[in-house]
């Protein structure tokens, strides 16, 4: 007996393509046989997580056989204090995606559409097609662009946007591109859309910015009631193998989206080890220094080789090979060094590098000149 | 400007009402003012958990700045031995409810309609719910049943599937009632179901069953192309802090359900936690027996006290009042001890009580004696 299950999954599920994650180093070395790798493909933070974070981690051990706590009391309280919101306005996921997913579910389904740029994260697209909405990927800016090649373009977001929009989504920086917007165009841009239409602005790698002009979503909460504003403890928290993320918005809007919140979504050390994250406001000032340097380090040394790049202010930086980057990609990995292929994202001439320490960058950097001589 | 959001959301998610969570100690001990409780309302496991799983947690922090292996290589592998199937055949979720839900989100949704018992885990209408699907709860078996009252009632099941059921939910044992199916009425049962039904047979609680003829669906898994089995590390493995659990399945069932799996789903320490507590089968068995003389305790001292119960093979025993539970269950509370009420079951006359080590029930015994005198 044969069954077609693609056959009878719902609509959206029928062709979906899932999410093509970066590999594991230890997956990676077992395929290629090779050992001592250096992976800079997932936005990782090269410096680890905060003491304070593992030791917190570590005590949460004592208890693993116990429930976490549900509503994530403490760090709900930890977080409306830190951003000087009510906790009430928080919402936990285990990562930010969990919190993106939620909206999705709350939101999105058959005869709805959701809205999102083209080169955008992956997932916006991937939710949205399987809740069974439509997908609305709107035209970025052109390659040629002189400030901000591959970014986001609000016109063209703007005009996808119809009465049967329910979800808009826009990353800040974007994720894999590292362009972004500055606060007066988009606080503008939200002002414009209509109030039914939920907002959701990623802010994932907001820490590692250092431009005066851009904005903190969560300051426009009390003129927004649709924006939901994302953040993370994956990235410069350093906290990714614990899966704890948030959303911020207000609490009417975030009472609707909890209503598809999965039971216990964050586990007990993720809840530990976040609030603990969140006392060593040193180590966060540290990894975002290390990153600024280290992407004035790759720019320049990407400049020197004569090799395109998209302006990024995220902890990753996107190449531009002027030509199919899957042989510079496979010569790198030979090499020992693992990047981002980014033609799922229609970019197949691009790879993405996550800024690492001085020493990463340097070896990237060298076995990067090593691969464009050969190839 | 005020915006409906409920009003916007999609139609199941307009009037769905979220699942209640037993409540952590920290946080009912912070509401009365108390210290010292006892918490016998979430099932877990009164023995922790292995050492061995605490030490692989412990040594997975240090490498908690990276993302978790997506695809849980080497815990599918283990469990794939474990269960002697292909690692092809395993899906990993953040519990088995992930992965219950994960079927729902590949298969129901408006049009279609999910087939579930009375009394049943509470997720279960609640994420269909949530797809946009019908909710089709078949009656259970009455309270006065001979052998199995509140029991899953097989007829009235297949009663409810018609040509838009999707997904079928069964239970075995039965949370919060710890009735159960044994081999030959389940078996049968399932192969009288139309192929194109995905049947999930949850049996998050299965290690502490030591009936002979209860079933083990793994092994009917060649037979049925549409059975997806879940378990979970969170009951006897004393994990569920972690949030780690898993489905088995053949192949191609397998494969279209994992499109809707959110990437890096199970967190590093989960994984390697899971990994290492399978290779400790002592503290399963220690569990199970545990458990089992638990059981006989609470169920004698109940007998004793003429208390009402359903009969149980799981780690929990419910207790029927014969009468409104939530005063007894408020007095409980006050003297410390937490059961969980089940009105949101539909029976409001029973409370459930996790089966702990001899001392814990023996303070629940003695406190339900105090209570029962006084109300």
Redesign the interface.
């Known amino acids: 007996?044969?069954?077609d299950?693609?056959a009878?999954?719902?609509?959206?599920?029928r062709s979906?393509?899932?999410?093509i994650?970066?590999k594991?180093?230890?997956?990676l070395e077992r395929e290629l046989g090779i050992s001592n790798s250096l992976?800079l493909a997932?936005n990782?933070?090269p410096?680890?997580?905060s003491p304070l974070?593992?030791e917190a981690?570590?005590r949460?051990?004592?208890?693993?056989?116990?429930?976490?706590?549900?509503?994530g009391?403490r760090l709900r309280q930890r977080l409306a204090a830190e951003h000087g919101v009510s906790a009430d306005q928080v919402l936990l996921g285990?990562?930010s995606?969990?919190v993106i997913?939620m909206v999705v579910?709350?939101?999105?389904?058959?005869g709805?559409n959701g809205v999102f740029a083209q080169h955008a994260f992956a997932?916006y697209p991937i939710y949205t097609q399987?809740?069974?909405a439509e997908c609305r990927a709107a035209v970025a800016l052109p390659a040629d662009h002189p400030d901000m090649p591959y970014g986001h373009d609000l016109q063209s977001l703007a005009a996808a946007v119809d009465e049967n929009t329910?979800v808009l989504f826009i990353a800040n920086p974007n994720n894999p591109t590292g362009t972004w917007l500055n606060a007066p165009e988009l606080k503008a841009f939200i002002a414009a859309l209509p109030?039914?239409v939920?907002v959701v602005l990623d802010e994932a790698y907001t820490e590692y910015v250092q431009q005066s002009d851009f904005p903190n979503g969560i300051g426009w909460l009390g003129e927004f009631?649709?924006l939901i504003v994302t953040r993370t403890f994956?990235k410069i928290y350093?906290?990714?193998?614990?899966?704890v993320g948030y959303g911020i918005a207000n609490p009417?809007?975030l009472?609707?989206v909890?209503?598809?919140?999965?039971?216990?979504?964050v586990?007990?050390?993720?809840l530990a080890?976040a609030e603990a994250a969140l006392d060593d406001p040193s180590f966060v000032a540290r990894s975002a220094e290390v990153n600024h340097l280290g992407l004035r380090q790759l720019e320049s040394a990407l400049d020197q080789l004569g090799l395109g790049r998209i302006p990024s202010v995220g902890n990753f930086l996107t190449l531009d090979l002027g030509r199919p980057a899957t042989d510079c990609y496979q010569a790198l990995l030979r090499q020992g060094v693992i990047l981002r292929p980014l033609a799922n994202y229609g970019m197949p001439q691009h790879l993405r590098v996550t800024v690492g320490t001085e020493e990463q960058n340097a070896r990237f950097i060298s076995a990067l000149e090593q691969v464009l001589k050969a190839c």
């Open positions: 007996m044969t069954v299950f693609a009878l999954a719902t609509p959206g599920v979906l393509q899932p999410y994650p970066g594991p180093i230890e997956e992976k997932s990782e933070n410096l680890g997580s974070a593992l981690a570590q949460a051990a004592a208890e693993l056989h116990l429930y976490p706590d549900d509503i009391f285990a990562g995606s969990d997913s579910r709350a939101f999105l389904g058959p709805r997932m399987a809740s069974g329910r109030a039914e939920v009631p649709n994956s350093g906290l990714a193998g614990l899966r009417e809007l009472a609707v909890s209503r598809v919140r999965h039971p216990f979504n586990g007990s050390m993720g080890a």
